[in-house]
């Protein structure tokens, strides 16, 4: 026991001076042991809501513009990359021409502001919320405009190639216009849409209920949104027309079966079965065990 007590004490103290030797000499293992964890670069609250916004908070580049009071800004190439979401926050009484490429525009929180949208969209979407009296004249693709909780927002297209669809929810005091035709105009906001809609069973809600404007049979209409049962979003006159075209389509199929059905059989290619032959000196398949041509068959010609 004496004996085996000493080794133990002899390999104890052969690794406490194998890992004093990797501190002390600093080799590659001293160092990994010694090196303390490096934290990762810290990330302000405002940049990082503007990623939670964008969509994307590891690769998303953002162009910010905030805080700006009483500017005349022309964003063009040499401030602008193609590959940067255009943010433009907090600012008022402003004007800012945008005639640099970008991916898509983020208009939030201004006032008494226009902007001036020339350059190409990548996406050709523009979102824009919580601003007041703001004025956005397009010279662009800008196939999907989205506007939330806005006071006064005049929204004019040069002509309506450029558009698509705008969607909008919570917004008072709205007039779209089309430079090209006086005739393409929309003037309206959640207080006539409130009254239009004012027979339904529960109120219209100015945070969840959205609209929709686009052209229709050439004609610019606004609708409301509504949700089917599995949630898709669509209007009440597109349900109406899914609708008719399902029973449409469910009548017609109805009456193709129904003539199969009452058509002959020959022509729909059915043959009838033929039973199997026995032979007439075989044992009777029904298990009397007499010849088929005395039992079961004897009535066969």
Same mark, same amino acid.
């Given at each position: 026991?004496?004996?085996?007590?000493?080794?133990?004490?002899?390999?104890?103290?052969?690794?406490?001076?194998?890992?004093?030797?990797?501190?002390?000499?600093?080799?590659?293992?001293?160092?990994? !042991?010694?090196? #303390?964890? $490096?934290?990762?670069? /810290?990330? *302000?609250?405002? +940049?990082?809501? @503007?990623?939670?916004?964008?969509?994307?908070?590891?690769?998303?580049?953002?162009?910010?513009?905030?805080?700006?009071?009483?500017?005349?800004?022309?964003?063009?190439?040499?401030?602008?990359?193609?590959?940067?979401?255009?943010?433009?926050?907090?600012?008022?009484?402003?004007?800012?021409?945008?005639?640099?490429?970008?991916?898509?525009?983020?208009?939030?929180?201004?006032?008494?502001?226009?902007?001036?949208?020339?350059?190409? !969209?990548?996406? #050709?979407? $523009?979102?824009?919320? /919580?601003? *007041?009296?703001? +004025?956005?004249? @397009?010279?662009?693709?800008?196939?999907?405009?989205?506007?939330?909780?806005?006071?006064?927002?005049?929204?004019?297209?040069?002509?309506?190639?450029?558009?698509?669809?705008?969607?909008?929810?919570?917004?008072?005091?709205?007039?779209?216009?089309?430079?090209?035709?006086?005739?393409?105009?929309?003037?309206?906001?959640?207080?006539?849409?409130?009254?239009?809609?004012?027979?339904?069973?529960?109120?219209?809600?100015?945070?969840?209920?959205?609209?929709?404007?686009?052209?229709?049979?050439?004609?610019?209409?606004?609708?409301?949104?509504?949700?089917?049962?599995?949630?898709?979003?669509?209007?009440?006159?597109?349900?109406?027309?899914?609708?008719?075209?399902?029973?449409?389509?469910?009548?017609?199929?109805?009456?193709?079966?129904?003539?199969?059905?009452?058509?002959?059989?020959?022509?729909?290619?059915?043959?009838?079965?033929?039973?199997?032959?026995?032979?007439?000196?075989?044992?009777?398949?029904?298990?009397?065990?007499?010849?088929?041509?005395?039992?079961?068959?004897?009535?066969?010609?």
């Amino acid at each position: 026991p004496e004996k085996k007590g000493i080794n133990t004490f002899k390999k104890q103290s052969h690794l406490l001076l194998f890992i004093y030797s990797l501190f002390a000499k600093g080799s590659k293992q001293g160092k990994k !042991i010694m090196q #303390a964890p $490096v934290a990762p670069p /810290k990330t *302000d609250d405002a +940049t990082r809501r @503007i990623h939670a916004q964008t969509g994307n908070a590891k690769a998303q580049e953002v162009s910010l513009i905030t805080g700006k009071n009483g500017e005349n800004a022309v964003l063009d190439s040499t401030s602008l990359k193609e590959s940067e979401t255009l943010f433009i926050k907090n600012c008022k009484d402003s004007t800012f021409t945008v005639n640099g490429k970008c991916t898509k525009i983020f208009i939030e929180s201004v006032s008494n502001t226009k902007v001036v949208l020339k350059g190409m !969209i990548i996406t #050709a979407v $523009v979102e824009v919320w /919580k601003c *007041d009296n703001l +004025t956005l004249e @397009i010279d662009t693709k800008v196939l999907t405009l989205q506007a939330d909780a806005c006071k006064g927002l005049n929204v004019s297209f040069g002509n309506k190639e450029q558009f698509d669809r705008f969607i909008w929810a919570g917004v008072f005091d709205l007039n779209l216009t089309f430079r090209d035709n006086a005739e393409n105009t929309v003037t309206e906001g959640f207080d006539q849409m409130k009254e239009k809609h004012k027979d339904l069973t529960i109120p219209l809600s100015e945070q969840t209920d959205q609209f929709i404007v686009r052209f229709v049979d050439g004609k610019l209409i606004s609708e409301q949104i509504v949700r089917l049962s599995n949630g898709y979003p669509t209007t009440e006159r597109e349900a109406a027309a899914f609708d008719a075209e399902s029973k449409k389509n469910a009548e017609a199929t109805e009456a193709y079966v129904r003539a199969l059905l009452d058509a002959k059989s020959s022509k729909l290619g059915l043959k009838r079965l033929q039973k199997a032959k026995v032979p007439r000196n075989s044992p009777c398949t029904c298990g009397s065990g007499k010849k088929f041509k005395t039992c079961c068959g004897k009535n066969e010609a």
